[in-house]
């Protein structure tokens, strides 16, 4: 072991300002934030709505482009890379889980698993699919169409899928959203065992303080600004934080 270890970043932004049109109706959706995420880790973003959450997530992944500032997944900085280049990086070194389940509905839960894969035209890992569909619980619903799976497990396959290429880091927006409590523990349950057992990277955008307790570590949003990060979170110490921002009311 060495003394001074520095922390491995898996993706981050530095002084991301984020500002939506322009003039009278400009948005400041990120006002200078520097974030890293890091690898290995669960990390939720939280804050009320409106806060700048999707945004920095949506910036930070490559989704969108900051208005200044950079963001970087690993040591690419995002802003340096051509449309060709970018639509690359997203497609092998990062994988998306939405709020809205996304699949496929004409393929198969395999299928769907290893779509992106085979539009990457890579073979990928065998085994690791194999692996992914047992800790995901699907075995039994490979051959199975999305129309007829619960949306709970509709959600472990988009889990899988954003899993399959073996990203450097999978952005979750919300994905508990469309979900009862007990079916939206088992994806939260699901993303934790992926960061935990198979040394995955998760950065997840919830508004809710159960979801954020399933993260090693909690960043908070407020109107654009990081106002604060949480270690080991629980539920309870979430949302006391939450009651703390002023003049926000109920996190929403
Ligand atoms: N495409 C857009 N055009 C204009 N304003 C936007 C757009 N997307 C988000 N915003 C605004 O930016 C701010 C932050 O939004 P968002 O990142 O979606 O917040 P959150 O995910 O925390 O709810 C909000 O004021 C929102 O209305
Ligand atoms: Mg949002």
Redesign the pocket.
């Given at each position: 072991m060495t003394t001074a270890t520095t922390t491995r970043h898996a993706a981050g932004v530095t002084d991301a300002v984020?500002v939506?049109?322009s003039g009278d109706t400009a948005?400041r959706?990120?006002d200078g934030v520097s974030v890293g995420f890091p690898a290995g880790r669960f990390t939720a973003i939280m804050?009320?709505?409106?806060?700048?959450?999707?945004?920095?997530?949506?910036c930070a992944a490559g989704l969108d482009t900051l208005t200044s500032g950079a963001a970087y997944i690993g040591d690419t900085e995002l802003g340096t890379l051509d449309d060709r280049r970018l639509t690359l990086l997203r497609r092998d070194r990062i994988g998306f889980v939405f709020q809205a389940f996304n699949l496929v509905p004409t393929l198969t839960v395999a299928e769907n698993i290893s779509l992106p894969m085979d539009l990457a035209g890579s073979k990928g890992s065998r085994d690791w699919i194999d692996a992914l569909v047992d800790v995901v619980g699907l075995r039994d619903r490979l051959h199975h169409r999305p129309s007829e799976l619960s949306g709970g497990q509709q959600q472990r396959v988009a889990v899988a899928r954003a899993f399959a290429g073996r990203p450097d880091v999978v952005f979750a927006?919300e994905p508990t959203g469309n979900l009862d409590s007990r079916s939206g523990g088992e994806v939260l349950n699901l993303l934790g065992r992926a960061v935990r057992q198979m040394d995955r990277t998760v950065v997840m955008?919830t508004?809710d303080p159960v979801a954020a307790a399933h993260a090693d570590e909690v960043v908070f949003?407020a109107d654009?600004r990081l106002v604060d990060r949480m270690q080991s979170p629980t539920a309870d110490k979430v949302l006391d934080r939450m009651k703390a921002f002023d003049g926000k009311g109920a996190p929403s």
């Open positions: 984020k939506y049109g948005v959706a990120l804050g009320p709505s409106g806060s700048g959450k999707s945004t920095l997530m949506h927006d955008v508004h949003l654009g």
